[in-house]
């Protein structure tokens, strides 16, 4: 896409741009950070500016707190402060856009009591273009008295002049140009439902494999599972991908792996107590185990714990997650696609597939969960 915005091929950077936002949204979240500094570095990159930008407006503090909002481009800047639907209170941009415009003075003091008139030129010259996008004429009195009086030279005279006029005055008549307040959204509280934890397992298969964790010779009941399963990712909803595995995972602890095996009623998974780091390769563990779960013609579980330590976790970028040498539990990569993962008989005490030999299979949903102790 930035080659043909560097060939001047309109028609196809819309086109690119329009695939990315429609079918790869999943993949544009996950690189956030990245695609909102490249989509601002090229004007023609209107679609990814907005999307991007629609983003920011409903979760501006994921940008103004992070520490790339210093080195934000100023026309990305401008293009969020100008919008009416910024959810941010006025006060809290304007701190901002000081703060912004501070940073790229490099050796002025955070402190404005102490600056020079040249000083406050050079924030003003820095703030011109955004300076006409803070509705100062929404601010409280207090605000202007707190936080825009110490930086009160770098406004232009008459627009100063009238923000006391109004402060003073609020009925008096002004010259200047007054933004109508940013509307806040009010988020309806939908009605409570409660929704299912996994699309792939129900609260018995959750107790099962809490059972298995903590070694019990009985599964525990729906009732007494001491454990919450937190969802940290979901096939269809993040992608079946090794690099979305890595971008939600890597560093991750105590981590259930559910698979449903495409075109059967088959529950694969797996659990790791340690850590994935895509950098590690082998990871000696004694703990963890895989297994496939009773659940429609699939009459009955299968439990397997390792038993070769030193190969029950494989970590490597170029892979999915994958449980001992020669791959008991592996995932290639594209997961939902024919043969990219399998089951073989090595590293653990038992094989979770009827199947003596190596076992290939798609999946049609994966699940990624971290289980911790309940209150």
Not at 58 to 69: Q, V
Request: net charge negative.
């Amino acid at each position: 896409m930035l080659v043909a915005c560097e060939f001047l091929l309109e028609e196809l950077v819309k086109y690119l741009e329009t695939h990315l936002i429609e079918t790869n949204s999943s993949w544009l979240r996950l690189r956030f950070s990245h695609i909102y500094k490249t989509s601002f570095q090229n004007n023609q990159l209107q679609g990814l500016q907005k999307w991007c930008n629609d983003i920011m407006a409903k979760y501006p503090d994921k940008l103004f707190e992070s520490e790339d909002f210093i080195s934000l481009p100023e026309n990305a800047l401008i293009s969020l402060i100008k919008r009416d639907d910024l959810q941010m209170e006025e006060r809290k941009i304007w701190d901002y856009v000081i703060e912004w415009g501070v940073a790229q003075n490099p050796g002025l003091s955070s402190d404005p009591t102490s600056w020079t008139n040249e000083n406050f030129l050079a924030l003003k010259a820095t703030l011109k273009n955004c300076l006409p996008f803070i509705r100062f004429f929404q601010m409280t009195n207090d605000d202007i008295v707190d936080i825009v009086n110490p930086y009160h030279q770098i406004l232009e005279k008459n627009l100063w002049d009238d923000i006391l006029k109004r402060f003073l005055t609020p009925n008096r008549q002004i010259s200047s140009i007054i933004l109508p307040p940013r509307v806040i959204l009010t988020f309806k509280l939908p009605s409570r439902v409660t929704e299912p934890f996994s699309t792939v397992i129900n609260e018995m298969h959750a107790a099962e494999i809490a059972s298995w964790v903590d070694k019990k010779a009985e599964a525990y009941s729906v009732i007494n599972n001491p454990y919450e399963f937190k969802l940290l990712l979901r096939g269809s909803r993040d992608g079946f991908t090794r690099e979305s595995f890595w971008n939600l995972c890597d560093q991750q602890t105590n981590t259930v792996l559910i698979i449903k095996v495409n075109g059967t009623d088959e529950i694969l998974g797996g659990y790791n107590p340690t850590f994935w780091d895509k950098s590690k390769g082998w990871i000696s563990c004694n703990d963890s185990f895989i297994f496939s779960m009773k659940n429609g013609t699939i009459q009955s579980s299968i439990l397997s714990r390792v038993k070769k330590p030193q190969y029950a976790i494989y970590c490597f970028s170029g892979y999915g997650p994958q449980f001992g040498s020669g791959g008991d539990l592996y995932m290639a990569n594209n997961f939902n696609q024919i043969n990219n993962c399998y089951c073989q008989y090595n590293s653990y005490e038992r094989a979770i597939r009827n199947t003596n030999c190596v076992s290939y299979f798609s999946v049609s949903e994966y699940e990624i969960f971290q289980i911790q102790k309940k209150g």
